[in-house]
């Protein structure tokens, strides 16, 4: 069974501060990695997406890649109450060439920034 | 900016009835995609269509579920006889050339 597991929460953080969200998976051979915010009740938004190791830069987002590690992970700088939110990560773990993109997701990470 | 649009956003349906869950995917995209979210729960795949065809399914999508592209710009997820059990959050999504999927917001059904 191809998994991803992401710590469920909730993780609460001081406005400004850094948050931290991780994210593990099983598939040694995936090759997409993306991180959605979402906000309950609504749909999924991707925020970020990483292919290769090491770090990806996007504003405030900051996604990070260890293959190695099988290892995804997600910072956050200067946190806001509107980043309250589940985030989860997804996985596109088909390396056969023959992907057409499924998503397998973690079951999200509740974070809560407070004022 | 382009987006995925669902309709209806709440369908409410009786045990045993067929419903059809409606999608308009990003203009210029070619791989299409159901996922569910029970309340609480993962969000898991349920298919994929790219060039007209299923492309692959999961085992949540059993001979109850269908997929249409009818006229080049809808796509629809059909339940033929809806379970207590089907009640989810149902989302689509479309992705073009590049790996992202960009989700709609999805059709609440609940299954009374």
């Known amino acids: 069974q191809k998994e991803v597991e992401q710590n469920s929460g909730p993780l609460s953080v001081p406005e400004g501060a850094i948050a931290s969200l991780n994210c593990t998976y099983s598939?040694?051979?995936?090759?997409?990695f993306f991180w959605y915010r979402q906000y309950s009740g609504k749909s999924p938004e991707l925020i970020m997406s990483?292919?290769?190791?090491g770090d990806k830069e996007d504003g405030r987002f900051t996604a990070q890649l260890n293959k190695a590690s099988q290892y995804v992970s997600l910072l956050i700088r200067d946190s806001q109450p509107s980043d309250s939110a589940t985030y989860l990560c997804?996985?596109?773990?088909?390396?056969?060439?023959?992907?057409?993109?499924?998503?397998?997701f973690g079951q999200g990470t509740i974070l809560t920034v407070h004022p | 900016e382009p987006e995925v649009t669902q309709t209806p956003s709440h369908q409410v349906t009786q045990m045993g009835q067929e419903v059809i869950l409606r999608c308009v995917p990003i203009?210029?995209?070619?791989?299409f995609y159901w996922y569910r979210q029970i309340l609480g729960q993962k969000v898991e795949f349920l298919v994929s269509?790219?060039?007209?065809?299923?492309?692959?399914k999961s085992e949540i999508f059993d001979d109850q579920f269908s997929v249409e592209r009818p006229d080049g710009s809808n796509f629809t997820l059909k339940i033929r006889s809806t379970k207590l059990e089907d009640s989810a959050m149902y989302f689509c999504?479309?992705?073009?050339?590049?790996?992202?999927?960009?989700f709609g917001p999805g059709t609440r059904l609940t299954v009374t």
């Open positions: 999504a479309s992705r073009g050339t590049l790996a992202e999927q960009y």
């Open positions: 598939d040694r051979g995936s090759q997409s």
């Open positions: 990483i292919y290769s190791n």
């Open positions: 997804a996985v596109n773990m088909d390396a056969g060439g023959t992907s057409y993109g499924k998503l397998t």
């Open positions: 203009s210029n995209h070619l791989y």
């Open positions: 269509f790219y060039n007209n065809e299923i492309s692959e």
